[in-house]
């Protein structure tokens, strides 16, 4: 089957190429794969640099939506020719792939397949951190960083459902300008304003009661500083390249917590979580209250640039990438 294949964890030894069709073992699903959507964890996988390192060659994607061609012994959720978003870890960036029954969610017909292919990662990743860790509050305000990439929409998206003001950052006008689209109260351009200065302004002096960040660095030093007395800080990644060390003073003095939220080690942990929020999530996205925003759609043989667009910050929202 054609797939983008990984040869090299060197981050540049990914191209369209063969591999043989996966078949699915007991409890598997064999999906035909319609989209799959790119996450900045894929950019990391290709280059060795993420938490699990595969044995090339492979095809990179960690999410797909597709039909269901087949299924293994003891899978009862789903049938042949069903409509389903998937997670697969590895392998979602070729025509066929393969996930567990535990890892499908049925679509609502009112989400189509492009929509479907980038929802799960970013929305649950979004949802799990304001509801699990931040344990965010009708009223308060939200601070998300990265906020015109993929995760950092569904958390400006995510944090208006559950009744937050939501202040976002990103570089330059037209991305916050994306974000401005989809439900944020005020901004922040961190190319041209202070972080901490503008946070802080923008609360009265207060500072911000939870903060959502990817991007890690000096950005989640800034944040630091601007939240207020018993806020919460969620670690979803470190896109800026440098994972900081957090002085455990400033959380002493100001009561504050730090949550690290990996998303996908819920599929091994606390699998059930995944269907209790993505029950909420589709009745949010039937209701109106969050829309997706898929970019750009890349034909598999142009599956290398997508994963360098997303890597240097040249998208906004989600892409995905159609075998």
């Not at 794969?33 to 595969?54: H, M």
């Not at 922040?188 to 939870?210: A, C, H, N, Q, S």
């Not at 759609?297 to 667009?309: I, K, N």
Request: aromatic share 8%; charged share 20%; with cysteine.
């Amino acid at each position: 089957m054609r797939a983008l294949v990984c040869s090299a964890l060197d981050g540049t030894s990914v191209g369209p190429g063969e591999l043989d069709r996966p078949e699915p073992g007991p409890d598997e699903v064999l999906i035909e794969v319609a989209a799959a959507g790119v996450n900045f964890a894929d950019t990391l996988i290709v280059r060795g640099q993420y938490q699990e390192k595969p044995e090339p060659p492979f095809a990179p994607g960690l999410e797909l939506s597709g039909t269901v061609a087949r299924i293994g012994d003891g899978v009862s959720t789903v049938a042949p020719g069903q409509r389903v978003m998937a997670l697969t870890g590895l392998g979602a960036f070729a025509e066929y792939a393969v996930a567990r029954q535990s890892d499908l969610f049925p679509l609502p017909d009112e989400m189509d397949f492009e929509t479907a292919a980038g929802f799960a990662v970013t929305y649950g990743t979004a949802h799990g951190a304001l509801r699990w860790h931040a344990d965010l509050q009708p009223g308060e305000t939200l601070m998300v960083h990265g906020a015109a990439g993929g995760v950092g929409l569904a958390a400006v998206e995510c944090g208006k459902a559950m009744g937050a003001r939501v202040i976002a950052s990103a570089g330059g006008p037209e991305k916050l300008q994306v974000a401005r689209d989809h439900g944020a109260d005020d901004t922040i351009d961190y190319r041209r304003e202070d972080l901490k200065t503008r946070m802080r302004d923008l609360t009265d002096g207060r500072g911000v009661d939870v903060v959502f960040d990817p991007v890690g660095g000096p950005v989640f030093e800034a944040s630091l500083r601007a939240t207020a007395w018993g806020g919460r800080l969620v670690v979803i990644g470190f896109a800026a390249g440098e994972v900081q060390q957090i002085p455990a003073n400033i959380l002493l003095v100001k009561n504050v917590s730090v949550h690290g939220m990996y998303w996908g080690s819920n599929r091994k942990m606390a699998p059930d979580r995944l269907a209790a929020q993505f029950a909420e999530l589709f009745a949010w996205y039937k209701a109106g209250r969050i829309k997706p925003y898929v970019s750009k759609s890349y034909p598999l043989e142009q599956g290398a640039q997508a994963l360098a667009d997303l890597r240097g910050r040249k998208t906004a929202g989600k892409v995905v990438i159609r075998p």
